[in-house]
Nanobody
């Protein structure tokens, strides 16, 4: 069964940090780019970051570039998103799925986890 599960979200003050995790099962993890997407209340889903299957290529949305780092551990079937200097506008539910690094669009596996909520507020 193809599955992705996100974790690590929570409530954090502006300027704080969080590390999100995406754990995968049911497919050959290292064959796929994996990315993070987010959806804030009342807004469209947007791409945040994407990493290639071998971890050598990454891409970031302008809104998080310089504040976030995506990484992966293929031995653990897990992708991470380290987010620093968080802003209230980062508040959203964060999801992971397979992605195309160059375009940061979702891939063809079309599997989504339940998401992990991030709230940035004082």
């Amino acid at each position: 069964q193809l599955q992705l599960v996100e974790s690590g979200g929570g409530l954090v003050q502006p300027g704080g940090s969080l590390r999100l995790s995406c754990s995968a099962s049911g497919f050959i993890f290292s064959n796929y780019g994996i990315g993070w997407f987010r959806q804030a209340p009342g807004k469209e889903r947007e791409a945040v970051s994407c990493i290639s299957g071998d971890g050598h290529s990454t891409n970031y949305a302008d809104s998080v570039k310089g504040r976030s780092t995506i990484s992966r551990d293929n031995a653990k079937n897990t992708v991470y998103l380290q987010m620093n200097s968080l802003k209230p506008e980062d508040t959203a539910v964060y999801y992971c799925t397979d992605c195309v690094v160059r375009t940061m669009r979702p891939g063809f596996l079309d599997i989504w986890g339940p998401g992990t909520p991030v709230t940035v507020s004082s």
